[in-house]
């Protein structure tokens, strides 16, 4: 097995086995042997928490192995995310982000914020647990063009949905366009809701951004 791919073999294994301060030193080696940001992030941290995510359904993680996992992967981020090379769209883009009201899941829209941004957008994250009327109203604060919401549970879905209606309230439907994603959002979900786009993941999220903006 080549270097790299030992490194980032060792990334993922940081993630999915808690190794949330060794994590720091790997990245570090990865970066300064020269490897690619962003490769690092998703072959070697995402694809551990996919695994870590793996673990949890097969019932061999629970709660507390899931916290560490993700403090973990946010450790790397923190290391590799400045290393990542950011795109000149040559405009401001204004983005809103968050997670849904209800779900507290944050580690997907992390990577959607992180993948926007490398892509030129300026993006203004809301966290997490964010009620409806909060992204319409940041939305409308800073002019944004698109609202982006995330969700990994089934019973928070339909508040993706509260938003869309709220921006048809207020005459914005269709001016801020809208983008969903999650592990249990589908396209016919966005179809049915009435939002602009879905993606399945974080790099396509950023390409469908730009697409929505022609840029
Ligand atoms: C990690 C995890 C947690 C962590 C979350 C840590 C954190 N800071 O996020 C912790 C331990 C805190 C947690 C808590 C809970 N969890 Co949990 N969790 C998971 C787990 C294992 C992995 C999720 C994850 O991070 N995946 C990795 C990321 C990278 O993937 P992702 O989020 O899907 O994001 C990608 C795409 O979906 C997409 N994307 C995401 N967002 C967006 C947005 C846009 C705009 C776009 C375009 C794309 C996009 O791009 C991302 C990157 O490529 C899942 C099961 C699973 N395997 O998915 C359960 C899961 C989501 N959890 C679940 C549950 C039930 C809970 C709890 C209620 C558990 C409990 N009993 O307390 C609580 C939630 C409390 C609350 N109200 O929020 C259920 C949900 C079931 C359902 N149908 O609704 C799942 C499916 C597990 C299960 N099978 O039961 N959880």
């Known amino acids: 097995m080549n270097r790299k791919m030992e490194l980032l073999q060792e990334l993922q294994r940081c993630v999915s086995e808690m190794e949330d301060e060794l994590v720091i030193k790997v990245a570090e080696t990865y970066l300064n042997e020269g490897y690619n940001a962003h490769e690092g992030i998703m072959q070697g941290l995402v694809a551990g928490m996919e695994k870590a995510g793996d673990l949890f359904e097969q019932g061999e993680y629970f709660v ?68 409806a009327v909060d992204f319409v109203n940041k939305a409308k604060e800073i002019d944004a063009r698109i609202i982006c919401m995330s969700t990994l549970m089934t019973t928070t879905m339909s508040n993706m949905q509260r ?50 903006m022609s840029c």
């Open 64 to 131: 507390p192995e899931l916290l560490i996992c993700s403090d973990a992967m946010n450790n790397g981020l923190d290391v590799i995310k400045p290393h990542l090379a950011v795109e000149d769209i040559g405009e401001t883009i204004n983005v809103v982000i968050g997670v849904v009201e209800g779900d507290t899941h944050d580690i997907g829209k992390n990577l959607v914020k992180i993948m926007l941004e490398t892509a030129g957008f300026d993006v203004h994250d809301l966290g997490r647990d964010v009620p």
């Open 163 to 212: 938003v869309i209606e709220l921006l048809k309230a207020e005459g914005l439907y269709g001016k801020i366009k809208t983008m969903i994603g999650g592990a249990p959002i589908s396209q016919s979900f966005a179809d049915l809701i009435g939002a602009d786009a879905y993606t399945s993941n974080a790099v396509e999220a950023a390409k469908r951004a730009k697409l929505l």
